[in-house]
Nanobody
Framework: QVQLVESGGGLVQAGDSLRLSCAAS????????MGWFRQAPGKEREFVAT????????YYGDSVKGRFTISRDNAKATVYLQMNTLKPEDTAVYYC????????????????WGQGTQVTVST
């Protein structure tokens, strides 16, 4: 497992952009696929994006496709989520997650999670 710490959340207006970061501990970051999930009050945790260990493959949830971009810097052991054209329905706690090797879109497929960072989008 790896330890994950998210940052970059905050309160923004609709249409704004925000970049989340997730810093990982450990020397094997480059062998982990990384994912971003989000959870709004009263809703289940939702898949947002995932990226392969080398960064060559990315996948997105339908609700964020074309607006969000996941990327990683293995030298810094950090994964990012660039969020553009934010909408009020993007309001949620955003979680970073890690799993060995293959990308995945289900929460149960990840074995390491961060504590989450709040993103609030106002109208």
């Amino acid at each position: 497992q790896v330890q994950l710490v998210e940052s970059g959340g905050g309160l923004v207006q609709a249409g704004d952009s925000l970049r989340l970061s997730c810093a990982a501990s450990g020397r094997t970051f480059s062998s982990y696929a990384m994912g971003w999930f989000r959870q709004a009050p009263g809703k289940e945790r939702e898949f947002v994006a995932t990226i392969s260990p080398a960064g060559g493959r990315t996948y997105y949830g339908d609700s964020v496709k074309g607006r969000f971009t996941i990327s990683r810097d293995n030298a810094k052991a950090t994964v990012y989520l660039q969020m553009n054209t934010l909408k009020p329905e993007d309001t949620a706690v955003y979680y970073c997650a890690a799993r060995p090797w293959a990308t995945a879109t289900k929460t149960y497929e990840y074995d390491s999670w961060g504590q989450g960072t709040q993103v609030t989008v106002s109208t």
